[in-house]
T-cell receptor, first 112, second 111 residues
Framework: DAKTTQPTSMDCAEGRAANLPCNHSTISGNEYVYWYRQIHSQGPQYIIHGLKNNETNEMASLIITEDRKSSTLILPHATLRDTAVYYCIVRGSGGSNYKLTFGKGTLLTVNP | NAGVTQTPKFQVLKTGQSMTLQCAQD?????MSWYRQDPGMGLRLIHY???????DQGEVPNGYNVSRSTTEDFPLRLLSAAPSQTSVYFC??????????FGSGTRLTVV
């Protein structure tokens, strides 16, 4: 699996966009980028995933660089409820994609 | 859909006792996994299953058994509880092309 690097922590003001970076310079061609978050004491929550095109859903946008060596998760209008640990995970497709390896993630704190 | 349901939510065991953590999903997902999370650490994979009758070991399988007799259920058995197994346990399920849905966790203390 490709290794990912994320900042340990970030702050964001409520109502502003939160941009969470992730480096995955050893990603291979068939590996997807997944984002999950974990709000304190709860189970992780799937946010979004992508291969090489930018993706958007009701929760967030995922921007993947053209060389796929890094990506950014964007929460367009952060709220206090978005305070959580955000995990960037790189996984292959097909039979290997069910095994997620969680790092320590980024603790995002949204401030009033 | 109830999603992924884990029971119990809290449990205290004595060293050497055995117990089963239950996990059920009603989304007809093929893949199911068990993770443990220790304070200040990320989640570590214990066991996983790619379908009924098929299970395999993850990163930290020692001291745990699993079985998958139905698509819906994936119980985790602690054979002889040890204090090192004090942790929060999460069960998760997914289909092939989507992300995992996690349960709310079982908080286990072994004394």
């Amino acid at each position: 699996d490709a290794k990912t690097t994320q900042p340990t922590s970030m702050d964001c003001a409520e109502g502003r966009a939160a941009n969470l970076p992730c480096n995955h310079s050893t990603i291979s061609g068939n590996e997807y980028v997944y984002w999950y978050r974990q709000i304190h004491s709860q189970g992780p929550q799937y946010i979004i995933h992508g291969l090489k095109n930018n993706e958007t859903n009701e929760m967030a946008s995922l921007i993947i660089t053209e060389d796929r060596k890094s990506s950014t998760l964007i929460l367009p209008h952060a709220t206090l409820r978005d305070t959580a640990v955000y995990y960037c995970i790189v996984r292959g497709s097909g039979g290997s994609n069910y095994k997620l390896t969680f790092g320590k993630g980024t603790l995002l704190t949204v401030n009033p | 859909n109830a999603g992924v349901t884990q029971t119990p939510k809290f449990q205290v065991l004595k060293t050497g006792q055995s117990m089963t953590l239950q996990c059920a999903q009603d989304m007809n997902h093929e893949y199911m996994s068990w993770y443990r999370q220790d304070p200040g650490m990320g989640l570590r994979l214990i066991h996983y299953s790619v379908g009924a009758g098929i299970t395999d070991q993850g990163e930290v399988p020692n001291g745990y058994n699993v079985s998958r007799s139905t698509t819906e259920d994936f119980p985790l058995r602690l054979l002889s509880a040890a204090p090192s197994q004090t942790s929060v346990y999460f069960c998760a399920s997914k289909n092939q092309n989507y992300g995992y849905t996690f349960g709310s966790g079982t908080r286990l203390t072994v004394v």
